[in-house]
C-alpha cells in the first residue's frame, strides 16, 4: 500500500500470527521483514486495534451494568429487573455460591421489566448473569431471604 487518505479514521494491518497491530494512516507505515513466500490468511487490515476493541466493550458493559437493575423482593419471593434500555436478553442464569446452576431462562428479550422467582431457593447468596444478543454479560449478586 503506497497512500492511504483517511481523515479522522486509523487504518491498522494486523498479524494474525503474532497478534500484532500497526498503524498505517497519519503519516505512519507498517513494515514487515519476512522470508520470502505467500501469506495467505495471515495479514488483515482493520479499523480498530485490539485495544481500542477491548475499550469500546468494557465502555459497553459499564453501560449495560448501570443501566440494568435488579431488585430481590424477598417479601413476594421474587428478583425483579428493570431493563429500560431495553437491551435483549438471550439467557438468565442464576447460581447459588458454590457455582451450581439453581435457574436458567432463555430468549427473555426487549422486556423492559420482568422477574424471576426466588421464592424455592434457600437463604443465601446468588449470583446472577444476564447473557444479551451482543454478547453483553450483566451480573449481580442478592441474597435471597424466604422467611416463612
Known amino acids: 500500500v503506497e497512500e492511504v487518505k ?3 479514521k486509523k487504518a491498522y494491518i494486523f498479524d ?3 497478534n500484532t497491530y500497526q498503524e498505517f ?3 505512519k507505515s507498517a513494515t514487515y ?3 520470502a513466500g505467500t501469506y495467505e490468511d495471515r495479514f488483515y487490515v482493520v479499523f480498530k486495534s485490539n485495544k481500542e476493541s477491548l475499550t469500546q466493550a468494557k465502555e459497553v458493559q459499564g453501560r449495560a451494568e448501570e443501566n ?3 431488585f430481590q423482593n424477598n417479601r413476594l419471593g421474587v428478583l425483579e429487573v428493570s431493563n429500560p434500555e431495553g437491551y435483549d436478553i438471550d439467557q438468565a442464569l442464576v447460581f ?3 457455582g451450581k446452576l439453581v435457574f436458567e431462562k432463555a430468549n427473555i428479550g426487549k422486556e423492559k421489566n420482568f422477574s424471576f422467582p426466588t421464592s424455592n431457593l434457600s ?3 446468588y449470583l446472577v448473569k444476564l ?3 451482543d454478547n453483553i454479560y450483566i451480573s449481580y449478586k442478592t441474597s435471597v431471604y424466604n422467611k416463612n
Open 25 to 27: 494512516t497519519n503519516g
Open 96 to 98: 447459588d455460591i458454590s
Open 68 to 70: 440494568v437493575e435488579f
Open 16 to 18: 494474525s500470527e503474532e
Open 131 to 133: 447473557k444479551t444478543a
Open 6 to 8: 483517511m481523515y479522522n
Open 123 to 125: 437463604d443465601g447468596v
Open 33 to 35: 521483514n519476512l522470508p
